[in-house]
């Protein structure tokens, strides 16, 4: 009995280790085909462009952000001083968010490939989710936490969610795939042929 009970252990910590190999080897794979979107190929081209340009949009506007609040804190800050604090601060977010959102009708109407603003502030919403999490972790008291979201939600929250709002409805309304090589053929040849 109690080798069969032996032999039963051996089993299952055999099979939990393969599934642990099995899942590190997945996420290994995972990562590695997530990280070579940024590689470049033979000729020197980036293998995923849209990453590539996303990525490096996004580290150009979270500057732009912080400038952004800087000149909204700056020049809104004495005249909104006597207001409540509620509108006050919506008063500077929403500005700040319009000086970002200006940015991206521009460059939406600029750029070729009307995917990129919208990638752009999916990048600045994935940022947002881990400094949220981080400092969920970093600050152990409730109320530093609760101080931490007040200060989230105006200068983080706002812009992203106006933005992504704006960058999506801009997207669905100017995006139009790429047009492949053998579709067009493939058009006029189903009007053609004999049924």
């Known amino acids: 009995m109690d080798h069969d009970n032996e032999f039963y252990r051996q089993i299952e910590a055999a099979e939990r280790e393969r599934a642990k190999k099995e899942r590190k080897e997945k996420w290994a794979k995972r990562e590695k085909s997530f990280w070579k979107a940024f590689l470049f190929t033979e000729d020197g081209k980036p293998k995923s462009g849209f990453m590539v340009y996303t990525v490096c949009l996004s580290l150009v506007y979270v500057l732009l952000l912080i400038g952004a ?97 704006v960058t999506g409805l801009l997207y669905r309304r100017d995006y139009v795939p790429p047009h492949r090589r053998g579709e067009e053929d493939q058009t006029w040849k189903k009007f053609t042929q004999r049924r």
């Open 69 to 165: 609040f800087n000149m909204s804190i700056t020049w809104l800050g004495p005249v909104t001083a006597e207001w409540p604090v509620f509108a006050g601060n919506l008063i500077q977010s929403l500005a700040a968010s319009a000086v970002g959102i200006v940015v991206a009708l521009i460059l939406h109407r600029l750029l070729t490939d009307k995917r990129l603003m919208l990638g752009t502030y999916l990048w600045l919403a994935a940022y947002a989710l881990l400094v949220c999490v981080a400092m969920l972790f970093m600050l152990e008291d409730r109320e530093a936490f609760m101080a931490f979201l007040h200060f989230f939600a105006w200068f983080i929250a706002v812009p992203v969610v106006l933005g992504l709002l």
